[in-house]
């Protein structure tokens, strides 16, 4: 069986500074990655995903990830976040070969980002 | 492009009846479309996967009688949930996919309050 986990439910952090996102995946094939964003009562956006490729993946707003395949993670970071960055974010996994490409998602991390 | 758009987004209905959302796929054809269901604090829990003109194929526990999902076209899928319960409200996400795509599209979420 496949999962996700996300290892901080919720994770504080002063405007301007750097924050890390947590995320593991187990799995007995290749995978693709997604890490989502959403705001209160909305819908997911897209930040970023890996398919193949080059590990490091750099997506919208500022954010990048970097797939590491030795230990299954799946990390999303940013150098800097901005009030507007406090939202619930969600790591996500598909499996190549998967006919449908259904996501699973971790339980989320929510961020809030303190002025 | 890749919008989908779901309504309505937010529904109170009285126990008993029953409730119909929408989720279009506007400028691309989603052979694929997936329904969620979010609790609060928690993360996107799959409920089915539909594929246009065929049966939706439900996950284990989900309730194909109580929770109807119709792909009829590949721009609109919509899900009904019959003879709604209080313990029904919930936050309902659909997501399309087109086919060569990995990525999915998500919806804005519908907010369903059974009083």
């Known amino acids: 069986a496949q999962s996700v986990t996300q290892l901080d439910s919720q994770v504080p952090v002063f405007e301007e500074a750097p924050v890390e996102l947590r995320c593991n995946y187990s799995?007995?094939?290749?995978?693709?990655l997604f890490w989502y964003v959403q705001y209160p009562n909305q819908g997911l956006q897209l930040l970023l995903k890996y398919l193949s490729g080059s590990t490091l993946v750099k997506g919208i707003n500022g954010f990048e990830a970097e797939f590491n395949k030795s230990q299954t993670s799946f990390h999303l970071r940013k150098p800097s976040v901005h009030i507007s960055d406090t939202a619930e974010y969600f790591c996500?996994?598909?499996?190549?070969?998967?006919?449908?490409?259904?996501?699973?998602f971790g339980k989320g991390t929510k961020l809030s980002v303190i002025p | 492009g890749a919008v989908v758009s779901q309504h309505p987004s937010w529904v109170i209905c009285k126990s008993g009846t029953s409730v119909k959302i929408e989720c279009r796929s506007l400028?691309?054809?989603?052979?694929?479309m997936f329904w969620y269901r979010q609790f609060p604090k928690q993360s996107l829990m799959l409920m089915a996967t539909?594929?246009?003109?065929?049966?939706?194929?439900?996950e284990q526990g989900v309730e194909k009688d109580k929770f109807l999902i119709n792909h009829a076209s590949l721009t609109l899928s919509t899900l009904t949930v019959t003879s709604a319960h209080p313990e029904d409200s919930s936050f309902y996400i659909c997501?399309?996919?087109?086919?060569?795509?990995?990525?999915?599209?998500f919806g804005q979420g519908t907010r369903l309050t059974v009083v």
């Open positions: 539909s594929n246009e003109g065929s049966k939706a194929t439900y």
């Open positions: 799995s007995s094939v290749s995978v693709y």
């Open positions: 997501s399309a996919r087109r086919d060569s795509s990995t990525e999915a599209f």
């Open positions: 996500a996994v598909s499996f190549s070969g998967a006919g449908s490409y259904q996501l699973t």
């Open positions: 400028d691309f054809q989603a052979t694929t």
